[in-house]
């Protein structure tokens, strides 16, 4: 059941992500990619990373996916580009995408990823307690950094969208 | 039978692959943008899968700080979009071609 679900989410996942990059029209590409996050969240569920599924449609496919609309809709950019027509970006995006599967695949092939235990070890982040503990004990200098950088960021974002004289 | 870490491993970079291959391919600057989100949300699927495989919460806590970091990306990255087409009015990357010369 596990596995099938897990099939079912990946070429879901996988089909939307090739429709995003594939599409010309950005709201339907912006749209694509909603579904490809909501397919990860449900692969997160499947790895009983039930926090991170929920954070991940709530951030994600929520705060920066509308985000992303509302640009597209500003910029009126509902018929872009098609995608390079120059062979050079074609073929030397078809090379490094082959390349690096190629290169996962072949860690995994010669089993270089480590499975420290057959058998499946409980899940430690079902829980919301863990997350909390180790946010704020192991990780609390992170936390603070973390912090900071949204407020630089959005300190940015303000000074970015301030006219300026010779913007006109 | 629950799906093995490999395959987690796997997917995640075949998302991955999918995200760089949009990036060198699209032209469009937004889309080129939304590439990049896919490549990051590929990485924190590798280690949510690692994280819960092994057991330890490290990896979960490190996507925590991946998803803040992406949503402080993502508003400068716009912002920066957007003044760049207020002043250029175009966000296609060949027509954008200051540095070229």
Known sequence: MADFMFLLLAVFTVGCALAMVCLRNSVNAAMCLLLCLAGVAGLMVQLDAFLLAFLLILIYAGAVMALFLFIIMLLDLRVGAPISRKNIGLVSGFFSGALLIAGVASLIVHDRVALPAQSLPAPVGASLKGYADSLFTVYMLPIQVIGFLLLISMLGVIVLSQRTPHSE | ?101
């Open chain 2, 1 to 101: 039978m629950h799906p093995t870490l490999h395959a987690y491993v796997a997917l995640s970079a075949i998302l991955f692959a999918i995200g760089f291959f949009g990036v060198l391919v699209r032209r469009n600057t937004l889309a080129i943008f939304m590439s990049l989100e896919l490549m990051l949300v590929a990485a924190t699927l590798a280690l949510v899968a690692f994280s819960r495989f092994n057991g330890t919460e490290d990896g979960n806590v490190f996507v925590f700080f991946i998803l803040t970091v992406a949503a402080a990306e993502v508003a400068v990255g716009l912002a920066i979009i957007v003044a760049l087409f207020r002043r250029r009015q175009t966000v296609q990357v060949d027509q954008l071609s200051a540095l070229k010369n």
